[in-house]
């Protein structure tokens, strides 16, 4: 068995462009004054330190200045798709009559392509060929939706096609779990909060929706791990070999705490504050 796979390339699409964003991240999502943000703010509200062009004033002291929940957030290329695609270029600022609709359309784009992040992954697992036709129309339609008008995109039932995809994406799991020997761990939806798991076999575990808040998973091995949905706030994965996670996200690697030996699947990046 081989505990690496093909990541979803980094030109498809589903990662973040903020310099072809309107900054809709800063300005249609709310905020609440706590760990992440220094301050409050309202849905559809521009952040104090958004600038004329878009760009955040204090990108490169978000963590200093007190709001390091914003170098957590990933859009998965959301914000671009809907700032060029369905709105075609034109800003909320030189077509305020727009901004309302853009700011609800952008968490839905957010969500679908969450979705369309995952069933690439899964379409580059050979474990997963089984379910590989039901994945392409899965991706297929999804993509679709995210072509559709902002009214369309508005009406969309993401509730219901995240309940469908996530049929395809726990069978790709079960897959590509069954192919590490041994007994594999299951901790889903497991109360991890602190728990002391450094130098841990984790390969094949289900961690889906996990809570790994400051947990100790120094050195820990979760090769082909499901990880779908766990929240690793200010997880230890010093040294922590994570190729081959399951569905793991640019936004999971953020919320931790890693180093140079932290072993990454290719199709993500170390984070900065690392």
């Known amino acids: 068995m081989s505990d690496q796979h093909q990541a979803p390339p980094a030109d498809g699409g589903l990662h973040a462009d903020c310099a072809n964003c309107f900054g809709l991240c800063c300005v249609a999502l709310p905020f609440a004054a706590s760990a992440d943000f220094a301050v409050n703010k309202d849905a559809g509200t521009p952040c104090t330190n958004l600038l004329d062009d878009f760009r955040c004033g204090i990108h490169s002291q978000l963590r200093e200045r007190g709001f390091p929940g914003c170098t957590v957030f990933d859009c998965f290329g959301a914000g671009q798709k809907v700032s060029q695609i369905t709105f075609g270029g034109t800003d909320w600022r030189q077509a305020p009559g727009s901004a309302g609709k853009m700011f609800a359309v952008f968490p839905v784009m957010r969500q679908l392509h969450e979705l369309l992040w995952y069933l690439t992954e899964a379409l580059t697992l050979p474990a997963a060929a089984p379910v590989h036709a039901g994945l392409r129309k899965a991706l297929a339609d999804t993509e679709a939706l995210t072509r559709g ?74 090769r082909s791990a499901d990880v779908i949905g766990a929240d690793f706030r200010d997880t230890n994965l010093r040294g922590a070999d994570l190729t081959g996670a399951i569905f793991l996200t640019q936004a999971q690697l953020n919320a931790a705490k890693g180093d140079a030996a932290t072993k990454l699947p290719p199709a993500l990046s170390r984070p900065a504050h690392w």
């Open 149 to 222: 008008s902002a009214d369309e995109l508005t009406g969309v039932d993401v509730a219901a096609l995240r309940h469908d995809i996530n049929t395809l994406l726990l069978r790709t799991s079960e897959l590509v779990r069954a192919e590490v020997p041994g007994r594999k761990k299951n901790h889903r939806g497991a109360d991890l909060i602190g728990a002391k798991l450094r130098g841990a076999d984790l390969r094949g575990a289900n961690l889906r929706g996990a809570y790994l808040i400051a947990a100790d998973m120094r050195g820990a091995d979760l």
